[in-house]
């Protein structure tokens, strides 16, 4: 009976080093930050209970809201560019007959294992307004009279930090793009060229369908990394200028770490949690109405 | 000036140096080859005991269970970073590494939800011959399915390693004292300081970028193979 009892509890102890964390480091917390969310703490001894006042400040807050709408406009600047290009690069990669397929794959992941402190860096460097080498190029080549002024005005702001967003995060959802091709069965498009179906009905009646899951998933992960983007607006503009590349994650860790409200902070963290719960469930809704 | 220059004239090694040694990098790379070594251990050994439980028993809440994992998928971290900072404060871990590399030790649920997909496609009669044998479940783990698991676990430790060379805002929050800095703030540390030349700044960022360069050509063969295996379909 020794081991029927221990297969019985073995699971348990198995799965048990999440749960810990799971209470440890995210429930307990997060409980936490909800309980601070209704304080005034500020840092100091003593918390004040205040009820829903962060809530209604947050509501009325002019940049919370921005910081809403900063990701939002991002996430439009890149998002569907970045997996269309995603997807026309998998399918090239997917090629039997293409060389190189190896080094390729390899070429385009690598903005996303390099450090985004890195590329975020690299990126101030070339998109300087004054000495920075594409506005240089654009001027020797007459395209522009005046140098961009990429990194100082909302506008190319926004812009620019949707381009390392895109730049650091295509060739990943490549990746899982290709990995999601290797399932789709080789019959089918034997089938479509048999039919003489041309290549761009192939594409959109049976590449995009069937990778319909794949697509739903790089989405809410885009959506979630858009809105908890940090470091790429942080580095290049500090959340600026005027607060153009300012985040809801970059909000929370000002109002945080540099203006000690935690209380109200808190708040921020809460209501980000129920947006992106939202979002999510909405692109669940879309992509399963669209799918069959 | 234009066309510019792409091919400088010169190259000047000593820029490395110069770079290297205007703040102590020495500690800073230090401090990150630890974070990330330790780290990786502890999240292949947490990940895979994990996945293993979910993959291979059944038992009583276990989609239940497995749902609440992949909802705390959604959840970034950052949002917890405030309590996080007062419960790590309460430990007595704050300016210290622990806050980087003890939470790795428990495994994280995009890891484990690759290396549970894996081995649901190993057959049951693999297991079934062992009980009759009348090893333990541990034994079972370790004698068959490890070994079997070894591409994914490559895959997992390759993403893990980057994630945690590359983190930037854990090590902001948790560390103060430039004696604990990882390479990644001491690099942005670069930024708002004074008389710090580009080129300084891109020997260093050069010299960072290189480990997970070499790592991911390495491993690059086992990484869309691993992807597929998993199977996010």
Known sequence: MGWRLQYKLAPYVFIAPFFILLALFTMIPFLFSVYISFTDWQGSADARWVGLNNYGKLFYSRIFWESVQNSLIIFLLYVPAMLLLALLLAVALNQPWLPGKGMLRTAFVVPNITSVIAVSFVFVLLLNTNDGIVNHLLLGLHVVKQPIRFLDTPFWARISVAFIVLFRWVGYNMLLLLAGLQTVPRELYEAAKVDGARPAAIFFKITVPMLNKVLLFCTVLSTIGTFSLFVEPYIVAKGGPMNATTTPILLLFRESFENFHFGYASAISVAFLLLMALLTLLQLKLFSGRGE | ?233
Not at chain 2, 113 to 123: A, E, G, I, N, Y
Not at chain 2, 173 to 199: C, E, H, I, P, W
Not at chain 2, 210 to 229: C, K, S, T, Y
Request: glycine residues 6%.
């Open chain 2, 1 to 233: 000036m234009f066309p510019p220059k792409w091919i400088p004239s010169a190259i000047h090694w000593e820029n490395f140096v110069h770079a290297w040694t205007i703040q102590s990098f020495n500690t800073f790379l230090k401090n990150s080859l630890i974070v990330t070594i330790l780290c990786n251990i502890g999240q292949l050994i947490s990940s895979s005991l994990v996945a293993y439980g979910f993959a291979r028993f059944r038992f009583r809440g276990r989609n239940a269970l497995f749902m609440i994992l992949l909802a705390t998928m959604m959840i970034p971290w950052d949002v917890t970073m405030i309590p996080l900072y007062m419960e790590f404060n309460m430990l007595g871990w704050i300016n210290t590494l622990k806050p980087l590399i003890v939470p790795a030790w428990f495994g994280s649920p995009f890891f484990i939800f690759l290396l549970r997909q894996f081995l649901l496609t190993v057959p049951r009669e693999l297991e079934e011959s062992a009980n009759i044998d009348g090893a333990s479940a541990f034994t079972t783990y370790l004698t068959i399915f490890v070994p079997l698991m070894v591409p994914s676990l490559i895959l997992v430790s390759v993403f893990n390693m980057m994630d945690t060379w590359n983190d930037y805002l854990g090590p902001l929050v948790f560390l103060n004292d430039a004696s604990k800095y990882t390479l990644t703030l001491g690099l942005a540390q670069f930024r708002g300081m004074f008389g710090v030349d580009m080129t300084s700044i891109m020997a260093v960022t050069t010299i960072i970028c290189i480990p997970p360069l070499v790592v991911f050509f390495l491993a690059q063969r086992h990484i869309v193979q691993g992807i597929a295996n998993t199977g996010i379909k």
